[in-house]
């Protein structure tokens, strides 16, 4: 198990935030477009057959047993069988995926990269983009994208960020809390009562060190939480959705560092050390250390009951205070060597098949991106038939409590923060 004491997450998010600011300016160098690549003018089965025999590396957060083995078995049988294309799994973190692209481009390797595809969203997505580092224009070629809405703004955006053809959608996500009710009998309902409970039980919470993807969501509910309270007259959180704006910004940091300062003693070890990711906090909970465990994986909490990951005592739910949630993306870099293969690979992710399976506790439990007024009757019914575990939150309760994602530009900035006020005092 691993985790990071202070001074090794405060390495770890300087190496970060060196990277955002390298590439951080609003306007960056041109992306990489499809009529400027070996595919311009190709038709989707003329890129099908460019692909044939030919292997992609797929960049991926690889911390999930259960989303590895979708990814090989599902999707790669798929690649293999009917495209004649092999899968190669590379676990990797977007951000570190993104400054293997810089650093390649760095090095004027703009042909050849070694990353087809990333498994990206949030600001690691805007980063790449200002940076120049994205393929882009494709994704009206890929026939899956017929069954996505041309008007969401959560997938035409991506945490604020346009996605001008630069990304393709495969899932949606939303925040739960997993809590073990052996031991927490009556589960708080929101995050002020959350944060008093984990003071009157220490020990019973922690969260990973940012920028950990899960440790930094945690951190976003408390900022929301701060906001509800300090523009209350003004609509609360929603006064975040925009530009950054320091004024704005300034009096709920200062409320936010305020509280998880507070927090910290009452951490699990007392906050002297953090969860360096998501699997060692999921670790944690799987072990009784810790009573609660946070997620963006809402229909994915069965499949570890029922898999005897996680204590069968394990229920998950939402906070009436909302839980955050948003869309995750592939992208092909700009010097990637299999392009076809990639858009290959981005499109069985997105098809029917691949977000039906995905879909299924069993397998992931991952929310789809396809609309279901754009599927057939028989699409719509096998969608229907997905068993919802009863450790599931219900679709309804999802869509009564979701929260936008904030602009990357204000993740950044909170991150950073966090290291500053909280890591460091």
Not at 113 to 140: H, P
Request: proline share 6%; glycine share 8%.
């Amino acid at each position: 198990m691993s985790f990071l004491g202070k001074k090794g997450i405060t390495l770890c998010l300087i190496s970060l935030f060196v990277l955002v600011g390298a590439v951080g300016a609003q306007d960056g160098p041109a992306n990489r477009q499809i009529e400027d690549s070996e595919l311009a003018g190709m038709s989707w089965d003329e890129i099908v057959a460019a692909a044939d025999g030919s292997e992609v590396n797929w960049f991926m957060w690889g911390g999930s047993d259960r989303i590895n083995r979708f990814v090989l078995e599902f999707i790669g049988g798929i690649l293999q069988d009917e495209y004649n294309v092999t899968l190669n799994q590379v676990h990797s973190g977007a951000a570190d995926t993104v400054q293997l692209v810089l650093g390649e481009k760095e090095a004027g390797v703009d042909e050849g990269g070694a990353v087809d595809l990333i498994w990206i969203n949030g600001e690691n997505f805007r980063t790449l983009k200002q940076g120049g580092l994205a393929f882009c224009g494709y994704t009206d070629l890929l026939p899956a994208m017929a069954n996505v809405n041309p008007d969401d703004q959560t997938i035409l955006n991506d945490f604020g960020t346009p996605v001008d053809g630069c990304e393709v959608p495969w899932g949606r996500a939303q925040v739960v809390i997993v809590v073990n009710t052996d031991f927490v009998p009556e589960p708080p309902v929101d995050m002020d009562a959350l944060l008093e409970y984990a003071c009157e039980n220490p020990g019973s919470l922690t969260y990973p060190a940012l920028p950990d993807f899960t440790g930094s969501v945690f951190v976003r509910h408390v900022f929301y939480n701060e906001a509800d309270k300090i523009y209350a007259d003004e609509g609360g959180h929603r006064k975040l959705l925009g530009p950054f704006d320091e004024e704005v910004y300034a009096p709920v940091a200062e409320a936010t560092w305020a509280t998880l300062n507070e927090l910290e003693p009452c951490l699990w070890r007392s906050g002297e050390t953090y969860p360096a990711e998501s699997t060692v906090h999921e670790q944690l909970y799987a072990n009784t250390e810790v009573q609660f465990f946070i997620t963006y994986g809402a229909l994915g909490v069965g499949g570890n009951i029922d898999n005897g990951i996680f204590p069968p005592s394990t229920d998950s739910y939402v906070l009436e205070s909302g839980t955050i949630g948003n869309v995750h993306f592939t992208a092909i870099p700009y010097n990637a060597s299999n392009k076809a293969a990639a858009m290959i690979l981005a499109n069985t992710l997105l098809s029917f098949r691949g977000q039906l399976q995905a879909a299924n506790p069993d397998v992931w439990g991952s929310m789809s991106v396809l609309d279901p007024s754009l599927l057939t009757d028989e699409e719509r019914a096998a969608f229907d038939e997905v068993p919802r575990h009863p450790a599931h939150a219900t679709p309804a309760e999802l869509a009564a409590a979701a929260l936008p994602e904030l602009l990357a530009t204000w993740l950044v900035r909170i991150e950073e923060d966090w290291r500053t006020n909280v890591l460091e005092q």
